[in-house]
């Protein structure tokens, strides 16, 4: 298996613009996260769906941000309207049990 | 609500040094613990887990966790540093459910030679 794929791996957009981040957690994990990551706050936990169900969104941090899962082998975060403060580091993870194995990140810069 | 502190956001050794990185637990139910390892512009890999076997754990790596529920502690070890093992590491908790991961701040691990 190819591990959890994110895409794009870096995006740079302007403030204000519709920003989608992608991913593909790994074929028969039924659960999902989406974290954000920066230096003043460490990694927080965004979102967390279970089989494509979100069971908590407590973490997402205002209206503006939104995240779905369609099917099992996908899932978006997106952000609309950018801003400069959501510039992160954000990780997809996907796990079946106790292990939850993370994607490479998409490095979000907002200018 | 279930969290974790990790003390020392730096941790300096040199090479072939004994590895101890902190990490404190808080939760209102039996807790599963994680010690997760995060390379330079990498996702985080998982090192080991405690989900209430056995008390001491061995991960990947040469890396070793003790639970201590006495102490609320589930702090990380190994006990010869290589230069290999520069990088951060998070501790995390979950509740048996795994419905929600909640990592520390992280403590970034410095091998001098």
């Known amino acids: 298996d190819a591990g959890v794929i994110q895409s794009p791996r870096h995006e740079v957009t302007e403030m204000g613009q519709e920003v989608t981040l992608r991913c593909k957690p790994i074929s028969g994990h039924n659960s999902l996260f989406w974290y954000r990551q920066t230096m003043m706050r460490g990694l927080e936990l965004l979102i967390y769906f279970n089989n494509n169900v979100p069971i908590d969104d407590s973490g997402m941090p205002e209206d503006r941000f939104s995240a779905k899962m369609p099917n099992a082998s996908f899932s978006t975060l997106k952000i609309q309207p950018s801003e400069p403060r959501d510039s992160a580091v954000y990780f997809c993870?996907?796990?079946?049990?106790?292990?939850?194995?993370f994607g490479q990140g998409t490095r979000l810069t907002v200018v | 609500a279930q969290s974790v502190t990790q003390l020392g956001s730096h941790v300096s050794v040199s090479e072939g040094a004994l590895v101890l990185l902190r990490c404190n637990y808080s939760?209102?139910?039996?807790?599963?613990l994680f010690w997760y390892v995060q390379y330079p512009n990498q996702g985080l890999q998982l090192l080991l887990k405690?989900?209430?076997?056995?008390?001491l754990v061995k991960g990947i790596n040469g890396f070793e966790a003790e639970f201590k529920k006495s102490e609320t502690s589930f702090h990380l070890t190994k006990p010869s540093a290589h230069m290999s093992d520069a990088a951060e590491y998070f501790c995390a908790v979950s509740d048996p459910s795994f419905q929600k991961l909640v990592f520390g701040t992280g403590t970034r691990l410095l091998v001098s030679p």
């Open positions: 405690y989900t209430s076997a056995a008390t």
């Open positions: 939760s209102s139910v039996p807790p599963y």
């Open positions: 993870a996907s796990a079946k049990g106790t292990e939850a194995f």
